[in-house]
């Protein structure tokens, strides 16, 4: 059981670059979430999906895209990278309820927007 | 403005000491969360508290969570260097469309 998966570890972007980050999780859990961690700054919320489909806009969520088509995938693609965009991201899985969150993260990706 | 306001931001403490840190709000929440991160890896989930009042316990660390709803408190006995970490806390808002709220988190040293 792998949880939740993220790739690349690291990735070095000049500005302007597009990429796309990678996050899988084999839980079946229907809502996943992407987050951005910077110094003084906690967790962010991006975008989020409650499941394939359907996504939705976080607290942070311009200039990042993201889609739902399975329920396994959930990537985060940056049209333009620009060096706000330095951060680290986290992407989270959970189960749903009104009053019981247990969620997963995956283990990070360290971007660095040159 | 913050909605959970986690204190104090930093604490360094000697091995065997024992610690209280504290999540707050004046929102109120369905459930609260807490969870552990260490350098370079994604943060570990803890405990969810969902009931006012609750207390939960985790071997050597304690979880309370407010008669309102709008607070917690984490309580850790007997402090070891393997408790060093950043501590979150997060809550889903009552009536909210499911997503959680982050916290700044806390940074505990604790040395041997």
């Known amino acids: 059981n792998a949880g939740v998966t993220q790739t690349p570890k690291f990735q070095v972007l000049k500005t302007g670059q597009s990429m796309t980050l990678q996050c899988a999780q084999d839980?079946?859990?229907?809502?996943m979430s992407w987050y951005r961690q910077d110094p003084g700054m906690g967790l962010r919320l991006i975008h989020y999906s409650v499941g394939a489909g359907i996504t939705d806009q976080g607290e942070v969520p311009n200039g990042y895209n993201v889609s739902r088509s399975t329920t396994e995938d959930f990537p985060l693609r940056l049209l333009s990278a620009a060096p706000s965009q330095t951060s680290v991201y986290f992407c989270a899985s959970r189960t749903e309820g009104l009053s019981s969150y247990e969620q997963y993260f995956g283990p990070g990706t360290r971007l660095t927007v040159t | 403005t913050q909605l959970l306001e986690q204190s104090p931001q930093f604490l360094s403490i000697q091995e065997g000491e024992n610690l209280t840190v504290y999540c707050n709000s004046s929102?109120?929440?369905?459930?609260l969360q807490w969870y552990r991160q260490e350098p370079g890896e994604g943060p570990v989930l803890l405990v969810t508290?969902?009931?006012?009042?609750e207390v939960k316990k985790l071997k050597r660390l304690t979880f309370q969570f407010g008669d309102a709803r709008k607070d917690s408190s984490l309580h850790i006995t007997a402090a070891q260097p393997g408790d060093t970490g950043l501590y979150l806390c997060?809550?889903?808002?009552?009536?909210?469309?499911?997503?959680?709220?982050f916290g700044k988190g806390i940074t505990l040293s604790v040395r041997p």
């Open positions: 839980m079946n859990h229907e809502y």
């Open positions: 997060a809550g889903a808002l009552t009536g909210a469309n499911s997503k959680l709220t």
């Open positions: 508290v969902v009931t006012g009042g």
């Open positions: 929102s109120v929440f369905s459930s």
